[in-house]
């Protein structure tokens, strides 16, 4: 049996299992049910193998590094929470780096995992080709989340175009024609360019034109930006009868600006967001958002990471993960 061919990820996609739970079985079966044990067992069999890819042996003196670009971004919580149970489970230290790399502090960071013995590097940002480069050549790397198309590097990602398209989708079957996109920088942002290019496609193949006024970008995505850039949106001859935005921050932002100029969500205004992290039910009315598997993309990051230093000669794998359209308040009346 071929035992190379048998993934954590193969055996989720066949049991509907999440990653970190198969390698938990696999690794610690003593913590599962043994009904899930039957259960992933019999897939591994079914896949012609006999265990998944495993990680080869690691010491506790093994570190990997996690570089975080926005700190106080709750999205990112989740990601690093996955990479910390996967580094556990295989008895790493896991250290965190808050930190925007860019070609002004590479040689910076790069000195920093030479100095401190880091074995491997998860990146959560899209960086420059030439940094993205120099970083590569020092040590293993895996992109999750946001990554960069053109090199030819390990990344666990969504499917933006396919979330973008579920969520459109909804709001057109609502009803909805003249929806909004309120996006972060499609330049410097893969997902931004993803959920754009998801955006017009829709509603083009819906046979409504896209109206480029009714595209908002907030390049930093902050709250009180967002908030500005959509009561100027509220404010034109035309407003929008739904709101997609990019995150549920700028969701939240949406209702606040909906709320000011008068508009009701969701009789007036459909507003929904994008990433279900913890604000999207601290609103009211809560957001309804694409729920995307972070602490999956996490642990199947810091497990390919892992995978690549125990083999060097492993080849860049890319795994993009599905989501789920969450219904709430917000667009549900």
């Known amino acids: 049996m071929n035992r190379s061919n048998v993934t954590y990820m ?23 049910k043994h009904a899930t044990l039957k259960i992933i067992y019999r897939a591994i069999e079914e896949l012609g193998g006999t265990l998944p890819d495993a990680v080869a042996p690691m010491t506790h003196d093994m570190r990997i590094l996690a570089i975080v670009p926005v700190f106080n971004n709750p999205f990112y919580t989740d990601i690093v929470l996955g990479i910390q149970d996967a580094a556990n489970q ?16 590479i040689h910076q960071i ?11 590097v998860v990146i959560m940002q899209k960086l ?20 960069n198309e053109v090199n030819d590097i390990s990344y666990i990602t969504i499917d933006n175009l396919e979330a973008t398209r579920k969520m459109l989708r909804y709001i057109l079957n609502a009803g909805r024609k003249q929806i ?31 109206n480029p ?26 407003p929008p009868d739904a709101i997609f935005c990019a995150s549920d921050i700028m969701a939240a932002a949406a209702l606040r600006a909906c709320a000011l100029e008068g508009f009701r969500v969701p009789q007036d205004i459909m ?20 729920n995307q598997p972070r602490h999956d993309m996490g642990f199947m990051a810091c ?23 969450i219904i709430r308040e917000s667009t549900d009346f």
């Open 10 to 32: 193969k055996i989720s996609e066949k049991t509907g299992l999440s990653v970190s739970t198969v390698s938990r079985a696999l690794k610690q079966p003593h913590l599962v």
């Open 90 to 105: 295989n008895g790493c230290q896991l250290l965190i780096v808050n930190e925007t790399l860019s070609k002004f502090n």
């Open 110 to 120: 790069i000195n920093f995992i030479s100095q401190s013995n880091i074995s491997g």
């Open 128 to 147: 420059e080709i030439d940094v993205l480069d120099q970083l590569k050549l020092r040590t293993p790397l895996v992109q999750c989340s946001e990554f």
């Open 180 to 210: 909004a996109l309120v996006n972060s920088d499609p330049a410097r942002y893969t997902y931004a360019k993803l959920r754009l290019q998801g955006y017009c496609e829709t509603l083009e193949q819906a046979g409504i034109t896209v």
């Open 213 to 238: 006024l009714h595209i908002v970008t907030v390049p930093d995505g902050n709250f009180s930006t967002a908030v500005s850039a959509i009561s100027a949106l509220l404010k034109t001859a035309s």
């Open 271 to 290: 507003v929904a967001g994008f990433d279900n992290i913890d604000i999207s039910v601290m609103t009211t009315p809560n957001i309804t958002t694409i």
């Open 303 to 325: 497990t390919q990471l892992l995978s690549m230093i125990a083999d060097p000669t492993k080849l860049p794998q890319r795994f993009i993960l599905d989501t789920e359209l």
